[in-house]
Each structure stands twice: as C-alpha cells, then as structure tokens.
C-alpha cells in the first residue's frame, strides 16, 4: 500500500509540473481516441458507445473534483473518450450510398465540382445524381467520373447540369493490406461511386443560382481569368495557388514540384493563408499609420487583425474551402484572435486551440497527410523560434536576421515534415531545402502580394502590371522546380511503414517537445523505436490486386509483375509503397519465365479467356480475374473471393506461408460493409435537400426526395 501511495504521490507531482501545458495535450488525447475508432475491427455498436460516453462523463466529473492531483490525467481520459464518439459520429453522419456493382450507361447530374486525375484528364464530380435503371434509394449522393472523350467539346460549367455515358464502379478498396483506404476516403468526402467516361460530357440544363455553387462559379471564373492573363503553365499554377483550381495544371509540372519538394506550393494552406493575412495585416496598418489621428487614437493592430481575419475568410471561401484551407483558416484565426485579444500571437497554445478545432469540425482530418504535415511544421517552428528567441537568434546582426529567419523556416519545417511525406509519400527530395530557399521567398515577397495588389487593381481594370509580376515569380520557381527535378539523385525512394510508426513517431517526438522533465528523454526512445520499426518492416512477399488482374512477388531484384499492363494503378502503388523507382513494364521485365512460387507454394495467374477455361495445376493456388466455367476442386482465389477480402498479401519466412487480406485490417465498417449502412440509413432522420431546384430535371428531384 506504501508503494502504491508512492507511486500515486509521484505521478501527482509530474503532472502538477505540466501546469500551463495542458493545453497543448488535450489535442493529442484527442487524436488517440479518433484513432482508436478508426482502429477498430468491427463498427462499434450503441453499447460500446453508451459506454464510452459514461467512461468520458465520469472522467470529467473526477477530474473536476480532483484537479490537484489526478484531474489531468482524468481529463486525458475524457478527451480519449470525446475523440472516439465524435469520430463515429462524423462517420454516421456524412455518408450516403455507395454503388455496389459495376454500372455502364446513362449518367447525369450537377457539376459541383472539378479537379484533373493522375491520367492527365478533366474530372467532374456530380450530385444530383440520375442512373438509368437504379432504384433512387441506392444512387449515390455524389459520383466523381473522369473525362476521357471531351476533346472538342466544352465541358459543362459550375452549377450545370450535365449528361454523358461512362462507367462507375464503387470506390476500390485498398490496393494491398495496410494501403491507402480509399473506401473510407470516398465515405467522408460523400463519394458513392468514381468511374470514368469516354463519351463526351454535354449540359442539359443551365446552372442555378446557390451560395455554393456562386462560389464555385466565381472560383472558376477568376481561374479563367488570370490563366488567360498569364498563358501557359504560369497561369495555371496562379490559378491553382489563388483559387484552388488545378486542372489546367500538366502532369509533367506536378511531376517537377513533387520531385523538387516544392508541391505543397500548391496546396492553399498555411503557407498562403499566412502569407495573404499577414500582407493584408501589414498592409492595413501601414495605410492607418498615414492618417496621424487615427494611428494616435484607434487601436489600429486590432483593426488590420480583423481586416486580415476578413480577408481570410473570403479567401477560404473562394479558394473551394478544402480541408487544408480550413485549417490554416482556423490557425490564422487563433493567431489574429489572440491579437485582437492582446495575447501573444503565436505560441504552443495557438497551434493546440487549432488542432482542437480542426479535429472536432473533420475528425477524420487526423488520417491525411496534410493535417499531419501542417501542424508537425508549424509545432517545429513555434518551438525553434522559441528557442532562438530566448538566445536572441544567437546574437546574429539585425541586417541578416530575416534571411536567417528564412533558412532556419525551410530546414526545421522540411525536417519536421519529412518523416511524414516519406511515409505517405515513398520519396524522399534530397535537394528539398535548397528549392525551398529558392522559392519560398518568392512566393512570400512576390507572388501573394502581387496576387493581393493584382485584385485590389481590378477594380480599376489595372490589374495587368501586378499579374505580370505575379507570373515572372511563377516562372521562377517552376524553373527552379524542373532545375532540382532534374538533378542526379534528386529523389531518393523509401518503402512504406507499417501502421504503427508514424503515431509512435509522432508520439515520441510530442512527448519530446512538450513534456517538463526528465520523462520527456522517454519521448526520444518511442521515435528512436518507430525509426528502428519502420526500418526493419517487411513487405509482402507476393501481392494479389483486389480485381485478381495482378500478381507482384518479391525477387532479388525487386518485385516482379505478372503483367505488363493492366491494374496500372494498383501496380504503382505496389512498387511506391517498395522503394522501387520502376514502372510497371520495367518490374513485368523481370520476369525469368519461373512459375510464381514462395517455398513450397506455387501460384498461377490466369487471366481472360484463361481464367474462364482454367484447371486445377497440382498443389498451386489459381489466382484469377474472371469466374471460371467450372468449379474447381482445387484452392482458387477467383473476384467472388476477392470481393470479400480485398487485396492479399502472403508472407514468407522461411518454411512458413502467412496470409493477409485488406478486410482483416480494415475489418467491418460502414464504408465497406453494405450490411451496416443499409441499418445506419434506416436510422438517420430523412431531411429535405436544400439545394437549388434543378430545371429540367424533375426526375432527379422526386429521386432525391424519395431517399
């Protein structure tokens, strides 16, 4: 008992230490709860829930009451528990249906949305949704299909209703066990079905007026504008950095500025939102400081604060309103916020009241790359700075501060990120920091506010000058961008991690960071493990695609391919997420003409005409992509099979043969388990849709009504 006392007397004084930090934790326990719901293997049912939710009450009233002592770890508990059910939550409430079959035909629907894909192609996302033949109740909210037949044509506009003949399929599951989970992806973003068309996409009814969809009409035209303004991928680039449009971007300059680590240029996020409120902030009070009266009398650094939170906002609205620019949105607001408050502007505190944010509007946001990576770069920064300040950035003169302010940004937020890009990613840019001291810059001193002035000229129909400075700063860094992409060794390739290392990565470094203590060195050790984990992960010894079109088994050189083309999609996939530079023909090349075959166990892959004929070939497991005449007495993983299970991975160590499927590591779960949102459907209160009646589409709206 003395011991226990102890222990408990111990644990009270540590965290009676962390007084003026906790803050910053409550983020983190957050994050631990929404990714336990995303962890699980089975949708968590009402009791589960019922049970957390008493476990979170009972915290918090402990907590109150015991807030000298063990009140912290209490309200630890709480937000563990808040973070779980506000996950599922979020969950059950932002789906729709999904297609749950291939479908060839008639397609219509509202352009709500437009983007380019990885093949270089315009692609449309629609609601509204018309399927010829599909009962109403199972069409899904919002398709998103890929234009492989427009040339010529126009496309239909923001807002219009649109008519074209594709193909749709439901979102694939993963390409492999512990992949990217599109499924999920597609469930948050309310994406029944992706597919693509090679007809093209014509109007059959003009736009109606809406808030989102004027917003959206607006984007497209300003993106319009300034690419006419500025030929070429310069004004394709302006259109993306300024309103968040990207499909006049070629695929060659995507490929450049991944390559050169100069891609998140692109993303309106907390690099452009900073950079647009601080020039607006700077600029507001500049041209009150003109007016003596009012630089005397009004309190001018919280007036530019709320100009810039205004300006801010509008920028979010008219850039698409992405998930990244709402939270660099919400962290400029608690930055200017504390402004107008008198509070230091840009502390540890700020960066945990905007994760708070973020993660409680979109839980679903702690799974990307870009909440990872923004909020890692900005913890960094705060953090360096912090330090260099107290050193009074170690006594350099004022002349070279701001350049030394600028290499020090690059390289703590390049490092900080790393990891985390590495990891989604599988590149790794290892003249990153140089392009980024090239270009950042650039971006900072010309880009954005030639971008601001551009639009305050406008008005005036001047707006020439400013965007022709505005494009000789775009032409800069995308020649910097092809320079670095170009260099030998620019890019180095890493195999993907297991799904443990990036939150205990990110856990021992937090620790590291915020925890007062020797306890803090603990920290060091969980990342040093993560590292030591991710290092010595091993990859699957033979990958089976979901569709059963491709085979990939590991070989000396590298993982061989069963076909040369086909599932190309999956196939890169594969080879990223190996640390292999190779392209699907090159890793089919490798073949020796040696059957598939790990130890003891041989694998056949049939496809076509061969998979319908196949026979049993001895002990050897038939992988196949169509059904075959025939039921075989032999193992056969045939798209019956696969449609339960997903991609397959086997492991081979030694004498023994281990197998993987996606469904055992995504388990049970509403997006990918129609059983369960056919009952979360029946739950959910029917409410009417609020948008804009379409013309000429009358059809559409009793199906939507019928849902």
Same mark, same amino acid.
């Given at each position: ?28 326990? !957050? ?63 932002? +789906? ?18 437009? =983007? ?64 990217? =989970? ?27 007026? #809406? ?18 303004? $500025?030929?070429?991928?310069? +004004? ?15 695929? =060659? ?58 300006? #801010? ?7 698409? +309103? ?5 939270? &660099? ?10 402004? $107008? ?26 799974? #990307? ?6 909020? &890692? ?30 290499? %020090? ?46 639009? %305050?000229?406008? $008005?005036?129909?001047?707006? #020439? ?112 997420? =190996? ?77 023994? !043969? ?50």
């Amino acid at each position: 008992m003395a011991l226990i006392r102890a222990a408990c007397a111990t644990m009270g004084a540590a965290l009676q230490c962390q007084r003026g930090q906790l803050l910053c934790w409550a983020p983190i326990f !957050l994050s631990i709860g929404i990714g336990g719901y995303f962890a699980q293997a089975h949708e968590p049912g009402d009791m589960m829930l019922l049970t957390i939710v008493g476990a979170g009450v009972v915290s918090v009233g402990l907590a109150y009451s015991l807030r000298l002592s063990f009140g912290p770890a209490l309200a630890a508990l709480a937000c563990i528990a808040l973070g779980f059910v506000l996950a599922s939550a979020r969950a059950h409430s932002v +789906g729709g249906p999904v297609l749950e079959f291939r479908y060839y035909g008639p397609i219509e629907g509202r352009v709500v949305a437009m =983007d380019r894909s990885a093949s270089d192609r315009i692609r449309l996302t629609l609601d509204h949704v018309y399927l010829e033949g599909v009962a109403p109740r199972r069409i899904p909210h919002k398709v998103r299909v890929s234009l492989h037949g427009q040339e010529g044509v126009p496309i239909p506009g923001p807002g219009s209703h649109a008519m074209l003949t594709g193909f749709l399929s439901p979102p694939p599951s993963p390409a492999e066990p512990h992949g990217f =989970d599109f499924e999920r992806h597609a469930w948050f973003q309310g994406l029944g079905a992706v597919g693509y068309s090679r007809s093209p996409a014509v109007r059959f009814a003009p736009p109606r007026e #809406g808030a989102a969809l004027w917003i959206f009409r607006t984007r497209m035209a300003l993106s319009e504008t300034l690419q006419d303004a $500025i030929p070429g991928q310069a +004004g394709a680039v302006a259109a993306a950095v300024t309103v968040g449009d990207r499909s006049g971007m070629g695929q =060659d300059v995507l490929t450049d500025l991944r390559r050169s680590n100069l891609a998140h240029l692109l993303a309106i996020s907390g690099l452009h939102m900073g950079l647009l409120t601080g020039f607006i902030f700077a600029l507001t009070r500049f041209c009150l400081a003109l007016i003596p009266r009012v630089a005397l009398t009004w309190p001018t650094r919280k007036i530019a604060a709320i100009t810039a939170l205004v300006a #801010g906002a509008a920028y979010l609205a008219l850039s698409g +309103g992405a998930v990244a620019t709402e939270r &660099a949105y919400v962290m400029a607001a608690v930055v200017f916020g504390a402004v $107008i408050l008198g509070r230091r502007a840009l502390t540890l505190r700020a960066v945990a009241v905007a994760a708070l944010v973020v993660l409680l509007l979109r839980p679903e946001a702690l799974l #990307g790359a870009g909440f990872q990576m923004s909020f &890692a770069a900005t913890t960094a920064l705060v953090l360096a700075f912090r330090w260099l300040s107290a050193r009074d950035m170690l006594g350099l003169p004022r002349w070279i501060r701001p350049t030394f302010a600028v290499v %020090v940004s690059s390289a703590v937020a390049g490092f900080a990120t790393a990891p985390i890009a590495a990891a989604h990613f599988n590149i790794f840019s290892h003249y990153g920091l140089l392009a980024n001291l090239l270009s950042v810059p650039v971006m900072g001193a010309v880009v954005m506010p030639a971008a601001v002035i551009a639009v %305050v000229l406008s $008005i005036f129909g001047l707006a #020439g000058p400013a965007l022709w400075v505005m494009a000789r700063g775009i032409d800069w860094i995308l020649g910097v961008a092809d320079w670095v992409a170009g260099l030998d060794g620019a890019v180095g390739r890493i195999s993907a991690p297991g799904p443990e290392v990036l939150p205990l990565l990110a856990l021992g470094a937090l620790i590291l960071a915020l925890w007062k203590g020797r306890a803090r060195y603990s920290g060091a050790v969980l990342a040093s493990g993560a590292a030591v984990l991710w290092m010595t992960d091993e990859r699957p010894s033979l990958l089976i695609s979901p569709s059963g079109g491709l085979v990939g088994l590991v070989q000396e050189e590298g993982r061989v391919l069963s076909k040369e083309r086909g599932d190309g999609f999956v196939a890169s996939i594969w080879l990223e997420n =190996d640390g292999d530079s190779a392209d699907q023909a090159a890793a089919y090349a490798r073949r020796t003409g040696d059957p598939l075959r790990l130890g003891d166990q041989a694998f056949v892959h049939l496809t076509g005409k061969r998979a319908r004929e196949a026979t049993c070939a001895g002990s050897a497991i038939l992988v196949l992509n169509d059904t075959p005449e025939a039921t075989l007495p032999c193992a056969t993983i045939t798209p019956a099979s696969l449609r339960e299970t997903g991609s397959i991975a086997f492991f081979f160590d030694g004498d023994k !043969l281990t197998r993987l499927t996606a469904r055992d590591v995504t388990g049970a779960r509403l997006w990918n388990t129609p059983s369960l949102r056919e009952a979360a459907f029946q739950r959910r209160p029917v409410r009417p849709d609020p948008s804009p009646a379409p013309e000429g589409a009358e059809r559409i709206l009793a199906q939507r009504g019928d849902q």
